[in-house]
């Protein structure tokens, strides 16, 4: 069993010598422990009790992709931060160059929700957008 901890996401995935490796399923509630045995590009998955968690456990097992929320600076805001997100999910290898890149942006208040904030976050060609509005300081006397 590999468990992988510190600055990587915290998972655990269990592997064997014959490349067989076993995960829960995330796309329903149900929660199906997954089994994905093989190598290449047709990886056998079992355990699962629908046609998502086939995709799901093929996906995961070929190139794992994940959504990351953050937060954004925000100069001259109502707020000191604004929530961001990725418009769609990108490799799960890249998370962390992402959230370095979100760590050094500021943005310009007035934000919108789904501006973009950044249009190639990481070099994944997924745009990252905002998710809360901030109209800026409010000047008033």
């Known amino acids: 069993m590999e468990t992988r901890t510190g600055m990587e996401m915290k998972t655990e995935i269990k592997t064997s010598p014959d490349r067989k490796r076993e995960f829960v399923c995330i796309v329903c509630p149900v929660g199906c422990s997954l089994i994905i045995d093989g190598e290449g590009e047709s990886p ?11 995709v799901y456990g093929k996906q995961e097992y070929l190139r794992p992709m994940r959504m990351v929320t953050s937060s954004v600076a925000v100069d001259g805001g109502a707020q000191p931060l604004c929530s961001v997100k990725t418009e769609r999910e990108i490799d799960k290898a890249k998370i ?4 370095e890149a979100i760590r050094s942006m500021r ?7 789904g501006q973009t904030i950044a249009q190639d976050i990481a070099g994944t060609g997924v745009r990252l957008i905002a998710t809360t509005a901030d109209a800026g300081r409010s000047h008033t006397a």
């Open 96 to 99: 962390f160059e992402a959230i």
């Open 44 to 54: 056998r998955v079992s355990g699962n009790q629908c046609k998502r968690g086939e």
């Open 107 to 113: 943005v310009r208040a007035p934000v919108e929700i």
